[in-house]
């Protein structure tokens, strides 16, 4: 069969790494793609958010499957437009998508459905907001409703920095729209672990856990970046917090959605606080993370397409989820200077010592081709995954590949993982 994923990053060098490896993928393409996917899929100059452009391709190649890998287009609804063109698409559509589109709107699902997760208000009015903090508790959590490029979430020590949020967000309008609407919530301390998990509008199953490193400096320092590293499976995701979370968070939240009329297909990301008082619900996304895919997905024993066409189809419940029994480890590779500013166009060498080690994957976020020559094409750069039998090695054997990768300006948090030795 043809396949289409849409998106350009390291999470969707991850998925076309996946779909290459289906028996059921005869011709793989990704729109816009970048120097690493193209490797394994034919790009297509197509932009995630040219939805005409995208329906009129997939119409064209006569695709049979398209799989939306980024927030934007599901959250605007890319898939309700194949689909009305009669393509098959896997991902949430539009009105399901909102779970990760509007912080707001999963707040109030979850206090509607009794999913563990902060005390919280919404707010549209910013009078009101900076009313009610007044007699708030410190610190205290900002977030503006909508997409925010992972930027959205301001923690607040004192009222005036709060203040201050509001009006960054509310009235400044930092984030654009996404702040015409703003949740106020309890701050909560614990370890952060992120769920995967596929799900077909009835059935839901979880993927193997992971976890992410959003700051960009060592100790977890420095400013919020799209992420630094991850590693899988989380040892602080036990047998224990597994079965709490199936009893009051995953199937609450499939039935959740399908209760309000909007029955989710695709994956749903579980963003988890383990606090003293169990684990609550940071935050849903309704796709893949990037770069949890990058440690997840290298892990996953079956056929990709055989999943998401289960989720589609509906048949979920018969598909037998399986994941290696070992781990992976990923590291970010960025420009010096990532978030801030940065140098692009930068030579990369040393990616062919990926091919002759099994394990050991080099997914491009920020590459392009200038002639036969890879350079860097953004902040984050590349991310080099490497599993282990546990975690420990992975973690050894990716630092060892980070080493095989050369660009002038290359730039990587030295403690992924680390928090693993406290496990
Ligand atoms: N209620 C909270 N208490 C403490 N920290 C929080 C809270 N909500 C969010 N955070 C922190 O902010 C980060 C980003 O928040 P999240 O809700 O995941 O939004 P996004 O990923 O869209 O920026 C979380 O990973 C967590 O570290
Ligand atoms: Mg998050």
Known sequence: MKVLV??????????????????????IYCAPGNAG?????????????????????????????????????LVGGLVDE??????????????????????????????????????YENFTDPDKALAYLETAKFPIVLKA???ALGKGVLICQNLEEAKEGVKTIMLDKKFGTAGNEMVIEEFMTGREVSVLSFVDGNTIKTMTSAQDHKRA???????????MGTFSPSPFYTKEVEAFCEKYIYQATVDAMKAEGRPFKGVIFFGLMLTEDG??????????????????????????????????????DQVDLQFEDNAAVCVVLASEGYPVSYEKGIPISGLEEFDRHEGYYCFHAGTKFDGDQLVTNGGRVLGVTAKGKDL????????????????????????????????
């Open 279 to 316: 684990p609550k619900v940071l935050e849903y996304n309704a796709r893949f993370g990037d770069p949890e895919a990058q440690v997840v997905l290298p892990r996953m024993k079956n056929d990709i397409i055989e999943v998401m066409e289960a989720c589609i189809d509906g048949t979920l």
């Open 82 to 119: 194949l689909e009305a063109a009669g393509i098959r698409t896997f991902g949430p559509r539009k009105n399901a998508a909102i779970l990760e589109g509007s912080k707001a709107f999963s707040k109030d699902l979850m206090k509607k459905y009794n999913i563990p997760t902060a005390a």
């Open 145 to 147: 409703d909508g997409l």
């Open 217 to 227: 400096g060592d100790g977890d320092t420095g400013l919020n970046t799209g992420g």
């Open 37 to 73: 996917i193209s490797a394994l899929a034919e790009c297509v100059p197509i932009g995630a958010m040219e939805f005409d452009k995208l329906v009129a391709f997939a119409k064209e190649q006569q695709i049979d499957l398209v799989i939306v890998g980024m927030d934007d287009p």
């Open 392 to 423: 420990k090695e992975a973690r050894a054997n990716a630092y060892a590949a980070t080493e095989w990768v050369q660009f002038a300006n290359k730039y990587m948090r030295h403690d992924i993982g680390k928090a693993i030795d406290e496990a």
């Open 6 to 27: 849409v998106g350009s990053g390291g999470r969707e060098h991850a998925i076309c790494y996946c779909v290459a490896k289906s028996e059921k993928a005869d011709k």
